[in-house]
């Protein structure tokens, strides 16, 4: 199984700002997810993150505000722009698609529990 | 878009009673998947179906996926106070082994001792 490693694990933060949101796994993967879950919510995917080319946004989310990052097969960043207390949850790393085992089920990082003030 | 309904969204249980939780797909699934989320902690996967009518145990837990690849349920016997937590199941759309994962509302367990 994939080893992810997901930082911040929380933070608070005042409204109007930005945060990055790290994932580091310890393997090559194909394919990297963003969720958001709000506390006792199921998890609602924001976008599909694909090394060398733009990610991919669920309907309700937007490049401008979440804007993500995947450089190489093994990273990942998620940057939640001017903040609103709204944006208040929790945010979910996830990889699928272990370039080596090519397996089709999703690991999940600890995830960061995001306040915004 | 293709939703995924799970219920029941809670269940108490006494320890020893059994437990199951169903899960309904708009649309046909290519395979379906199972987590399980611990309070505080983060979605854990437990097993994945794939194939029409298939059944799969561990130990207490039963997993199965219907006919229609559109519906499955998870059932465990004889619960236990560690069985305590969210169970999700999450589903690919037809046609698809890799992709994005469409979670259902989850099932929250509680078990009395």
């Known amino acids: 199984s994939a080893v992810i490693s997901q930082k911040p694990s929380r933070d608070i933060c005042q409204r109007g700002t930005s945060l990055t949101i790290q994932c580091q796994v310890d393997?090559?993967?194909?394919?990297m997810f963003w969720y958001r879950q709000q506390p006792g919510q199921s998890l609602t995917l924001i976008a599909t993150?694909?090394?060398?080319?733009?990610?991919?946004?669920e309907s309700g989310f937007v490049i401008d505000k979440f804007p993500i990052s995947r450089p190489n097969l093994t990273f990942s960043t998620l940057t939640v722009s001017n903040m609103s207390p709204e944006d208040s949850s929790i945010y979910l790393c996830s990889v699928e698609g272990d370039i080596l085992i090519m397996n089709t089920e999703a690991f999940f990082g600890q995830g960061t529990r995001l306040t915004v003030v | 878009g293709q939703q995924v309904m799970q219920i029941p969204q809670y269940q108490h249980v006494q320890e020893g009673e059994d437990f199951t939780t169903y899960c309904n797909s708009s649309t046909t699934l290519s395979n379906i998947q199972w987590y399980k989320q611990r309070p505080g902690g983060h979605p854990v996967f437990l097993i994945q179906?794939?194939?029409?009518?298939e059944v799969k145990k561990q130990k207490r837990l039963t997993f199965q996926f219907g006919e229609a690849k559109k519906n499955s349920s998870l059932h465990i016997t004889a619960t236990q106070t560690t069985d305590v937590g969210t169970y999700f199941c999450?589903?690919?759309?037809?046609?698809?082994?890799?992709?994005?994962?469409?979670f259902g509302q989850g099932t929250i367990l509680t078990v009395h001792p």
């Open positions: 999450a589903g690919k759309a037809g046609g698809t082994s890799y992709g994005k994962l469409t």
């Open positions: 179906l794939v194939k029409s009518g």
């Open positions: 993150a694909n090394q060398g080319s733009e990610a991919t946004y």
């Open positions: 393997s090559q993967v194909t394919m």
